[in-house]
């Protein structure tokens, strides 16, 4: 059976620069043909990653890293071996699964692995240290064929087994790429949209300077002025999670899928980006929040607001988007949905139709319900 759970929110952000494009003004977007607010995927898929850390929802056993610093993360976990010797160790045993490093220590692109995958490679070279200083990777210039040639085949073998992704929760629900390693990518179980703005927007500038506080008197005008752009915007964010898919990704087991959901369940609503929060603190957290077990397939509510939304002085915009969200939803269902579908949802606007699913009084109750959800419908 499949079991599809997505994640609808409407979030009104205060002004802010959340997502910057590559000339620091917030990323934007063409939708029904009006100019939206947008915030990009991977922006929050990070912010998602860093809230489950930060609020400690997902054990650090079962947390996923990203970085081309992996040969510094596994001279810390061989802290009582000489430097030195543990880095051309380290680089065996990583030319062993087919990884190279650079002249520099990291990798040649970023790799994203679960932590056990990283301690699996520790211990891997704690357990074979005396084989690997028989066969050097190398100063780098070797080819990966080469390099991996000149590691022995025990370490070959068991190097290339440890790149299972390790049961993190992050590196199953987003997955990996790994361009030489195709064998151990992993295909995401969760997709995340861009979340677009529900109305039309228009860039505004702030115009900035900043005062020496060690001027004389004699010293007028600022020591420096700039500008930034930002906007204010009720966005709707969407994502949706195949259950089976990370059941099968965390190598079937059933407890830490569960638990995962959970964690992603309270991630996704306390998910803010970091962009410019020193100069905006645009800490906003969404003001509806609804869950929805999809039976049939995915469907993305985005829609909804291909005709933006107006401002209206007897209602805020985050509330009419509530509610176009409920009749756009009510349309959709009518015609894709699956009759075994369930909602239930978190409401600060009253705007959401009481009949339609389950109200959870805080956000600890309705990653409770998708849990529970969830596990009456996988199989044991």
């Known amino acids: 059976m499949s079991l599809f759970i997505e994640f609808h929110l409407i979030q009104n952000f205060a002004p802010s620069n959340l997502n910057r494009d590559d000339t620091g003004a917030p990323k934007d977007a063409l939708f029904g043909g009006h100019r939206r607010a947008r915030v990009s995927s991977q922006c929050f898929k990070r912010a998602i990653r860093l809230a489950a850390r930060e609020h ?15 040969q510094a993360l596994l001279l ?46 520790a211990g891997l070279v704690e357990q074979h240290w005396d084989e690997l200083a028989a066969a050097p990777a190398g100063d780098g210039k070797k ?9 022995p085949a025990e370490v070959v073998k068991k190097a290339k ?13 987003f997955g990996r790429m790994l361009a030489d390693l195709p064998e151990v990518n992993r295909e995401a179980a969760c997709q995340v949209a861009h979340a677009i703005s529900t109305h039309r927007v228009e860039r505004e500038f702030d115009y900035f ?10 010293e007028t005008g600022a020591g420096m002025i700039g500008q930034v752009e930002f906007n204010s915007a009720t966005l709707y964010r969407y994502a949706v999670v195949d259950a089976c898919k990370l059941l099968g990704n965390l190598q079937g087991d059933r407890e830490l899928t569960l638990a995962a959901l959970e964690a992603f369940t309270q ?48 209602s805020s915009l985050s509330r009419q988007s ?34 339609k699913g389950w109200r ?21």
Request: glycine share 10%; hydrophobic share 45%; with cysteine.
């Open 209 to 218: 300077t900043a005062v020496d506080d060690r001027g004389g008197p004699g």
């Open 76 to 121: 810390e976990r061989l802290a009582g071996r000489d430097s030195l010797e543990a880095q051309g160790r380290i680089a065996t045993a990583l030319a062993a699964a087919g990884l190279k490093l650079k002249d520099d220590g990291r990798t040649e692109y970023l790799l994203f692995l679960g932590e056990s995958e990283i301690a699996g490679f």
């Open 56 to 70: 400690e929802l997902v054990a650090p056993e079962f947390r996923g890293v990203r970085t081309r610093k992996l």
């Open 322 to 355: 509530v509610e176009r969200l409920a009749g756009h939803e009510d349309r959709l269902a009518a015609v894709y949905a699956d009759g075994r579908d369930q909602w239930a949802y978190l409401d600060l606007s009253e705007a959401w139709p009481a009949q």
């Open 143 to 151: 080819g990966k064929k080469e390099a991996r040639a000149s590691a």
């Open 360 to 380: 959870a009084a805080n956000l600890k109750e309705l990653a409770a319900w998708v849990r529970e959800q969830a596990a009456s419908r996988l199989e044991a």
């Open 161 to 173: 087994a440890l790149l299972d992704g390790g049961k993190a929760v992050d590196v199953a629900l």
């Open 267 to 314: 991630a996704m609503v306390r998910a803010i980006p970091s962009g410019k929060q020193n100069s905006f603190a645009a800490h906003n957290l969404p003001g509806f929040v609804g869950v929805c077990l999809r039976h049939g397939g995915p469907l993305s509510l985005a829609n909804a607001f291909e005709k933006p939304v107006s401002p209206r002085a007897d």
